[in-house]
């Protein structure tokens, strides 16, 4: 158990849905990171947030949107869901400071049919 | 932004055997490179991290070797076991506590 919790576990929907993955960290981290993982572009970095601020945004498409909340857990906000956003997504955390390991939650497999 | 690429997609080897699995990375800023194994259906997890001041790091079975010089690190396993049987992935960042960015990972299967 690495501490860090996702929900859901499994979502399906329908296409140009909008759908809510929430993550709450590891106790104490105070960086939140997301990542999208499908089958052939391994892990893909969304964007992370460090204390409620946003810290660094990778490959994340508009109809996404993300935010910290002051208790240090983070929601995953994707609308207009297409096909193709159908995948794994992870939420990590890590401290922020120098130790590097990003501890990984279960993920939430989202199915957009 | 950086790009790291990752080699081979798949590799096979027998129990006992060893396996290198080697990235390259783009952005010279970069200085922390960890290795993350993904069993099948569970989350990534850290194995061994390696950052710009060292060139080798070792962890048992486990070794991880970094050129700056040629932006390429690898990833060492020795006498593998069936339990090796995972998923890589190789990262690079410009600083622990940062965003990562991951190769595309490799499939490794040890057969006994």
Do not use: M
Not at chain 1, 32 to 40: I, T
């Amino acid at each position: 158990d690495s501490g860090v919790t996702q929900t859901p576990k499994h979502l399906i929907t329908a296409t140009g849905q909008r759908v809510t993955l929430r993550c709450s960290p590891r106790s104490g981290d105070l960086s939140v990171y997301w990542y999208q993982q499908s089958l052939d572009q391994g892990l893909q970095f969304l964007i992370q947030y460090y204390n409620g601020e946003e810290r660094a945004k990778g490959n994340i498409l508009e109809r996404f949107s993300a935010q910290q909340f002051p208790d240090l857990h983070s929601e995953l906000n994707l609308s207009s869901l297409e096909l193709g956003d159908s995948a794994l997504y992870f939420c990590a955390s890590s401290d922020g400071a120098n130790t590097g390991e990003l501890f990984f939650g279960e993920g939430s497999r989202l199915t957009v049919l | 932004g950086e790009n790291v690429e990752q080699h081979p997609s798949t590799l096979s080897v027998q129990e006992g055997d060893s396996a290198v699995i080697k990235c390259t990375y783009s952005d010279s800023a970069s200085n922390y490179f960890p290795w993350y194994k993904q069993e099948l259906g569970k989350r990534p997890q850290l194995i061994i991290d390696i950052r710009s001041n060292v060139g080798e790091k070792k962890d048992q079975r486990i070794a991880v070797t970094l050129n700056k010089t040629a932006k390429h690190f690898s990833l060492h396993i020795t006498e593998t076991q069936p339990e090796d049987s995972a998923v890589y992935f190789c990262a690079a960042s410009t600083d622990s506590g940062y965003a990562l960015n991951f190769g595309k990972g490799t499939s490794l299967l040890v057969t006994p």
